[in-house]
T-cell receptor, first 113, second 114 residues
Framework: DQQVKQNSPSLSVQEGRISILNCDYT??????FLWYKKYPAEGPTFLISISSIKDKNEDGRFTVFLNKSAKHLSLHIVPSQPGDSAVYFC????????????FGSGTKLNVKP | KAGVTQTPRYLIKTRGQQVTLSCSPISGHRSVSWYQQTPGQGLQFLFE???????NKGNFPGRFSGRQFSNSRSEMNVSTLELGDSALYLC?????????????FGPGTRLLVL
């Protein structure tokens, strides 16, 4: 059961523009969400998180938005840089399930110089 | 602090064999989770260990097992390997494995089953 979905397998953006990566979930019990970045042959690197008590969290060029009613979150990268080219995964967990995270299938971002 | 380490990084096995992968969490982290990543798939949760006890389990067959030692290091074992077990196996650690706690990943072990 795919409880977390990233429906765009890839995204191409021009350097300096905004990248918007989307993620949908089905389980209303999810209350913590993470975004990871992954380069080939490396493990995922934590980027940014958001708790369900917030609807926005910022960290430098990265902002995550959470729309609980739509069960949707998005990651905005502004401005996009070529070094941001990687696969981005969103992940979700529920309080009752400790550290069991459900991951989306990933979106491959390509930032063109 | 050193990050999560996994050994070996690469492994080639044949069908029917068994394999053991190792994970050393970040110092002080007591929760270790294992994930499988196959091409085109997201990370699939295998299991989570905390204080030497399996606390959470994903939907994988019993051929996949794990354990955790008193120093929080963890191993996972796959018996009777199948071609479909070829994947990147990732280990992640977090301090206490409580809710709303970030997991930090190791580089993974790439397993190829021939």
């Amino acid at each position: 059961d795919q409880q977390v979905k990233q429906n765009s397998p890839s995204l191409s953006v021009q350097e300096g523009r905004i990248s918007i990566l989307n993620c949908d979930y089905t389980n209303s019990m999810f209350d913590y969400f993470l975004w990871y970045k992954k380069y080939p042959a490396e493990g995922p690197t934590f980027l940014i998180s958001i708790s369900s008590i917030k609807d926005k969290n910022e960290d430098g060029r990265f902002t995550v938005f959470l729309n609980k009613s739509a069960k949707h979150l998005s990651l905005h990268i502004v401005p996009s840089q070529p070094g941001d080219s990687a696969v981005y995964f969103c992940a979700a967990s529920a309080r009752y399930n400790f550290n069991k995270f459900y991951f989306g299938s990933g979106t491959k971002l390509n930032v063109k110089p | 602090k050193a990050g999560v380490t996994q050994t070996p990084r690469y492994l080639i096995k044949t069908r029917g064999q068994q394999v053991t992968l190792s994970c050393s969490p970040i110092s002080g982290h007591r929760s270790v989770s294992w994930y499988q990543q196959t091409p085109g798939q997201g990370l699939q949760f295998l299991f989570e260990y905390f204080s030497e006890t399996q606390r959470n389990k994903g939907n994988f067959p019993g051929r996949f097992s794990g354990r955790q030692f008193s120093n929080s290091r963890s191993e996972m074992n796959v018996s009777t390997l199948e071609l479909g077990d070829s994947a990147l196996y990732l280990c992640a650690s977090s301090p206490d494995g409580v809710s709303q706690e970030t997991q930090y990943f190791g580089p993974g072990t790439r397993l190829l089953v021939l």
